[in-house]
């Protein structure tokens, strides 16, 4: 372990990537407060009490992002908040009380908690890639930067009911931000693969399980996407916590990549799993994403070989792909 460093919170911590954040936390010294929605699921919060360092410093409270003042008691003390909480979901039938409103006001709500608190000094948001790259006006000879935002009316039209959750909370997290003098910084990570700490696999993680058993349908509607090695965006949201320096908004991706280019990469390399062989190509354009900026800070990325091998050596351990004939002996 580093030094003792000081107090901050993470939302949503038994997140897929929360819980990652907490333990790159903890490992580097931070006393870590984490909110959950459920402390009384002892099943789904023991992979947090497993990580180092969990027992002397972390704790966790329970919060809601649609409980006004209801992060209050997680934030206050704390010089740093990371929040991470979101819905990460399709949903079923009332996307604004589903996605739309816990992403927004939640943000709202957890940030009026960082206002109340004397001590914080950086606010951390989990944004995503969605917020840059959901848009049909740009020239796909320019990769997209931190300058680019996703057109609200085509997510609207589209029903990209996700990117625009994000996208609109991170708007009003930089509108509320800058008219209460917070210092936010915004990671908008692409799509997130790596191992995954909680034993129920989050929804994306969840998604790459299928593509590589042979799922086809999801991965078709990804068309071309970002990649990123789980333990890059938390090693990111660390570092433009403590980079003085560091401000605005950061890309966090590795490698873009067609749904084709991944599935045949996919496929050569772990040979005995069913990967789905062409996707149908839909109407998507071309894109590469401009990641200099967190470059700039010394970042550098895993390779999209490194966050797969990872993965699924994670679920080959879990027994996720036991009927593959590839388990642990
Ligand atoms: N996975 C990706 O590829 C990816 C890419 C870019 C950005 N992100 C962002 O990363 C963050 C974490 O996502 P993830 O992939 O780790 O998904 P996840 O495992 O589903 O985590 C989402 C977290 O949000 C919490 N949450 C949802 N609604 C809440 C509410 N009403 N009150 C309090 N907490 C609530 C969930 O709490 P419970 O545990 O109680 O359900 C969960 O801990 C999100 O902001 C997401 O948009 C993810």
Same mark, same amino acid.
């Given at each position: 372990? &580093?030094?003792?460093?000081?107090?901050?919170?993470?939302?949503?911590?038994?997140?897929?990537?929360?819980?990652?954040?907490? *333990?790159?936390?903890?490992?580097?010294?931070?006393?870590?407060?984490?909110?959950?929605?459920?402390?009384?699921?002892?099943?789904?919060?023991?992979?947090?009490?497993?990580?180092?360092?969990?027992?002397?410093?972390?704790?966790?409270?329970?919060?809601?992002?649609?409980?006004?003042?209801? +992060? &209050?008691?997680?934030?206050?003390?704390?010089?740093?908040?990371?929040?991470?909480?979101?819905?990460?979901?399709?949903?079923?039938?009332?996307?604004?009380?589903?996605?739309?409103?816990?992403? /927004?006001?939640?943000?709202?709500?957890?940030?009026?908690?960082?206002?109340?608190?004397?001590?914080?000094?950086?606010?951390?948001?989990?944004?995503?890639?969605?917020?840059?790259?959901?848009?049909?006006?740009? &020239?796909?000879?320019?990769?997209?930067?931190?300058?680019?935002?996703?057109?609200?009316?085509?997510?609207?039209?589209?029903?990209?009911?996700?990117?625009?959750?994000?996208?609109?909370?991170?708007?009003?997290?930089?509108?509320?931000?800058?008219?209460?003098? /917070?210092?936010?910084?915004?990671?908008?990570?692409?799509?997130?693969?790596?191992?995954?700490?909680?034993?129920?696999?989050?929804?994306?993680?969840?998604?790459?399980?299928?593509?590589?058993?042979?799922?086809?349908? *999801?991965?078709?509607?990804?068309?071309?996407?970002?990649?990123?090695? /789980?333990?890059?965006?938390?090693?990111?949201? /660390?570092?433009?916590?403590?980079?003085?320096?560091?401000?605005?908004?950061?890309?966090?991706?590795?490698?873009?990549?067609?749904?084709?280019?991944?599935?045949? +990469?996919?496929?050569?390399?772990?040979?005995?799993?069913?990967?789905?062989?062409?996707?149908?190509?839909?109407?998507?354009?071309? #894109?590469? +994403?401009?990641?200099?900026?967190?470059?700039?800070?010394?970042?550098? +990325?895993?390779?999209?070989?490194?966050?797969?091998? &990872? #993965?699924?050596?994670?679920?080959?351990?879990?027994?996720?792909?036991?009927?593959?004939?590839?388990?642990?002996?």
């Amino acid at each position: 372990m &580093d030094e003792i460093k000081g107090k901050v919170c993470v939302t949503g911590a038994a997140g897929f990537l929360a819980s990652w954040l907490i *333990k790159r936390l903890l490992l580097s010294g931070y006393h870590v407060t984490g909110t959950v929605r459920d402390p009384g699921n002892e099943k789904k919060l023991a992979h947090l009490w497993r990580l180092e360092g969990a027992k002397e410093r972390l704790r966790l409270v329970k919060a809601d992002l649609m409980e006004e003042g209801s +992060f &209050d008691d997680a934030i206050m003390e704390c010089h740093g908040v990371f929040h991470t909480a979101s819905p990460v979901l399709t949903p079923s039938s009332d996307p604004k009380a589903e996605i739309l409103e816990p992403a /927004i006001e939640g943000t709202l709500n957890v940030l009026r908690s960082c206002k109340r608190n004397p001590s914080l000094k950086r606010v951390i948001l989990t944004s995503s890639s969605s917020t840059v790259r959901a848009r049909d006006d740009f &020239d796909p000879n320019i990769p997209l930067d931190e300058s680019s935002w996703s057109s609200v009316e085509l997510c609207e039209r589209l029903q990209i009911w996700y990117a625009l959750s994000k996208t609109l909370a991170e708007k009003a997290a930089w509108e509320f931000c800058n008219e209460n003098g /917070i210092d936010l910084i915004t990671v908008l990570p692409s799509f997130v693969i790596g191992p995954s700490l909680p034993s129920d696999l989050c929804s994306t993680a969840s998604d790459v399980l299928g593509l590589l058993t042979g799922e086809v349908e *999801k991965f078709q509607w990804h068309g071309r996407m970002g990649y990123v090695h /789980i333990d890059d965006v938390a090693l990111c949201h /660390i570092l433009v916590y403590e980079h003085e320096s560091a401000g605005g908004r950061y890309l966090c991706s590795s490698t873009v990549l067609d749904n084709n280019e991944l599935a045949s +990469f996919l496929a050569q390399r772990y040979p005995s799993l069913p990967i789905p062989k062409r996707f149908e190509q839909g109407r998507r354009l071309y #894109y590469e +994403f401009d990641t200099s900026k967190l470059k700039r800070l010394g970042f550098k +990325f895993k390779s999209i070989q490194e966050m797969f091998d &990872d #993965y699924v050596a994670s679920l080959v351990e879990q027994g996720h792909l036991s009927s593959f004939g590839l388990a642990i002996n």
